[in-house]
């Protein structure tokens, strides 16, 4: 990344703020922060005070705007999308808008801007939808997939992922605010199990997958599971009060007991990427690489599941608990 010009969609957010200090101690040109929000804008602006960081109002559902941030841009990192279930099933329209069309913008504007790289962000809620969330964000990994058959030189390519600890809605800081009040920790089914990684973890994959140079693939990291309650638990008993417990209070709409981060339909074209990662290829170019194909039939977070013990380093290497 040193002296590129990298553009980040929806940057104002815990990914865009982890991966701009990454950037920043990789010695990139020029950090650009594409994003709605003013407040959270001028917050980042004061937390980083650096140079190298421009800042730009603006909406990835506009062309003219996203057209005018990429321009002399090398790289994208594409994070802004809707990603709140309940609110994506009760506005449908705007997450179509948000996560498909602006998928859409971002590889147009890419194209006519003669942008290297454009990595988008996925999640494992792409795998076998059940969402509006998920179905966009599968919807979108189509795009950037295909856009490589465009007659261009930028290459496009995703990175999908799990939950990311602390991050902005995610089900830790909510846990530990319903701790910190004297309240029950709420979970919605005790059957439920998540993938978990750290915000440093999951900026490292953004980098793997921009440095691979591999158009077309999809990358996904090998990442760690453990039931909800488990996790709920492990908080509770480490820093809440006697007599506090663990609820249910029933699903939601939308959501999985289990979440697959590779399907039973993908996983034939899925191969190993070095020691930590796994990589989606359809387009045969990973074989020709001498990579060896995965062993397994699906990649299901209902497997190989943490115990309390190991959520608990886990939470402590997260900065959550001592």
């Not at 693939?217 to 908080?235: G, N, Q, R, S, Y």
């Not at 993908?266 to 359809?282: H, L, Q, S, T």
Request: proline fraction near 3%.
């Amino acid at each position: 990344m040193r002296d590129k010009v990298v553009l980040i969609t929806g940057g104002t957010g815990s990914w865009g703020n982890e991966l701009t200090k990454q950037l920043i101690e990789k010695d990139a040109k020029e950090i650009r922060i594409f994003s709605r929000g003013e407040l959270a804008q001028v917050t980042m602006q004061r937390k980083f005070n650096n140079p190298k960081l421009k800042f730009i109002i603006g909406d990835v559902r506009e062309s003219d705007a996203l057209d005018e941030a990429c321009k002399g841009v090398d790289i994208i990192f594409h994070l802004g999308a809707l990603k709140h279930v309940p609110v994506c099933e009760k506005f449908p329209w705007e997450a179509v808008r948000t996560n498909i069309e602006g998928t859409r913008k971002i590889i147009k504007a890419a194209i006519d801007n003669n942008v290297a790289k454009v990595l988008d962000v996925s999640s494992d809620k792409a795998v076998s939808p059940l969402n509006l969330y998920g179905m966009t964000k599968a919807v979108g990994e189509k795009l950037i997939i295909q856009a490589n058959e465009l007659q261009s030189n930028t290459k496009f390519m995703c990175v999908r992922g799990g939950n990311v600890l602390g991050s902005n809605g995610s089900v830790v800081p909510y846990f530990i605010g319903q701790i910190n009040s004297g309240q029950r920790v709420t979970i919605t089914d005790k059957r439920m199990t998540r993938y978990f990684l750290t915000l440093q973890e999951a900026i490292e994959l953004l980098f793997v997958a921009a440095e691979s140079d591999l158009p077309g693939v999809v990358f996904v990291m090998k990442m760690p599971a453990c039931t909800i309650e488990d996790l709920a638990w492990t908080l509770l008993l480490n820093i809440g009060s006697p007599g506090q417990d663990v609820i249910e209070t029933g699903i939601r709409q939308g959501e999985k007991i289990h979440e697959v981060l590779i399907s039973k339909e993908e996983a034939p074209y899925a191969y190993e990427w070095g020691e930590n990662y796994y990589a989606i290829d359809f387009n045969g170019s990973m074989k020709d690489l001498g990579a060896k194909k995965v062993d397994f039939v699906e990649y299901n977070s209902n497997t190989d599941l943490m115990n309390r013990e190991q959520i608990k380093r886990m939470l402590i290497k997260g900065g959550f608990i001592r």
